[in-house]
């Protein structure tokens, strides 16, 4: 009896080596990000370390850096809560957004837009202080030190708002387990295709700003640290993958890790404090977890991305992609408003054109949105009222924006 125990003991620790063994492998290829020991936070460089940034992309796959001070994040805080306010729906609208009284975060008071219910906010942010951020000094300056070059545009992209879930007060209640977001980690790339079709040209970076901190309690980033060092291994050795059938047949922008992947594994939940600019390879594994705590969760995502019109092209929010696509919505939406899609297209030009204005003198608040199809182009629109900020550094943001040179104020 005693040496079948010992047995069994013996093939326990055999097959407890074993998978630590193959844990301290994959760690290798998945190394944790590092955080501070104290608090639990992510590590934040400062905008001016450029080998640790590059050396930490190389590593990890992201990093995070500080670039705006409190005063900045609580000045965007304020500018968020006009621009939701601005762009309100009125016919749906009971209450203007209060980040401080849950009482108002019920989905109807926020604009939504085009992208329908599931998203809080529309495509995109023109507001002054988010033009400020993007072209922030040392949000420009840590794009640079990781691209290694200045032939660089900024996205035209939204802000990304969660509300806090438990111990708030609501219409529902104190909980509302209906407002929890997790989205799965996935890739923005295809794995199978990707190396061919970059066919050597350099990395791309995907980007946020922090504007409050995020917590275990708030939910927030999940990464799966070097993952993006490891997808074309992963793609050559899951080339019988279901997902990569379903790709062949009906292609996404987001492609998720399948379920069963040793990747899941390796998950690691970032906590980063408020200000920080948290850049992530676009070959990386990421997604969000939820918020299960009473606290909202605000961010601006920021992306620079090579001016080429090769790049430009492949993402939805480069300044060339954002000025036709509403040049189209412009010249298509009619007057009539009898046809459903025009009513939508021409919300759209609306909420990008109250956003433009919201928090200033000039606001579009209140008009009809028939008011608005005759606007001008959105460059031209974007050079009126941001010109003077964007001519600020010897007209770095004309250029940064793809301004074009007539409407250059």
């Not at 620079?304 to 919505?329: G, N």
Request: proline content about 4%; hydrophobic content about 35%.
């Amino acid at each position: 009896m005693e040496e079948e125990r010992q047995a069994r003991r013996e093939r326990y620790e055999e097959l407890v080596a074993k998978r630590k063994q193959e844990d301290d492998a994959w760690r290798k290829i998945f190394p944790l990000y590092p955080t501070d020991d104290k608090d639990g936070f992510a590590v934040s460089l400062m905008p001016g370390e450029a080998e640790k940034q590059r050396s930490f992309l190389n590593t990890y796959g992201l990093c995070a850096i500080k670039v705006l001070t409190d005063d900045e994040c609580t000045r965007t805080i304020e500018a968020f809560e006009d621009d939701v306010n601005a762009q309100q729906n009125t016919s749906t609208a009971t209450d203007q957004l209060d980040l401080s009284d849950s009482r108002t975060w019920e989905t109807r008071n926020f604009p939504g837009g085009a992208r329908g219910a599931k998203f809080l906010m529309p495509a995109l942010t023109l507001c002054r202080a988010a033009f400020q951020n993007r072209v922030n000094d040392a949000v420009y300056t840590s794009f640079v030190n990781i691209y290694g070059h200045e032939d660089l545009v900024c996205s035209l992209d939204c802000f990304g708002f969660q509300r806090g879930t438990e111990d708030i007060s609501t219409e529902m209640g104190s909980s509302r387990p209906d407002w929890r977001w997790k989205l799965p980690i996935h890739w923005h790339v295809n794995p199978w295709e990707h190396e061919v079709k970059n066919d050597g040209r350099e990395p791309v970076y995907m980007g946020l700003i922090t504007l409050t901190d995020q917590t275990h309690s708030t939910g927030g980033h999940v990464t799966v640290p070097g993952s993006s060092a490891h997808l074309s291994t992963w793609a050559a050795t899951n080339l019988n993958c279901p997902t990569r059938a379903g790709q062949a047949k009906q292609p996404r922008n987001t492609i998720y890790v399948p379920k069963d992947c040793v990747m899941k594994n390796y998950e690691q939940k970032l906590m980063l404090r408020r200000g920080c600019l948290l850049v992530w390879d676009k070959r990386q594994a990421h997604g969000t977890f939820e918020n299960k705590g009473p606290d909202v969760r605000l961010q601006q995502f920021v992306r620079y991305i090579p001016s080429d019109s090769w790049f430009q092209k492949l993402d939805a929010q480069s300044p060339k992609e954002v000025y036709e696509r509403f040049d189209q919505i412009r010249q298509s939406v009619k007057l009539s408003w009898k046809k459903e899609e025009s009513e939508k297209e021409a919300r759209e030009l609306a909420l990008a054109h109250a956003s433009l204005y919201s928090g200033r003198t000039v606001s579009s608040k209140g008009r009809h949105d028939a008011d608005l199809v005759a606007i001008a182009p959105m460059q031209q629109k974007i050079a009126q009222a941001h010109g003077d900020l964007l001519a600020e550094n010897d007209g770095r943001g004309w250029r940064i924006f793809d301004i074009e040179e007539r409407y250059r104020c």
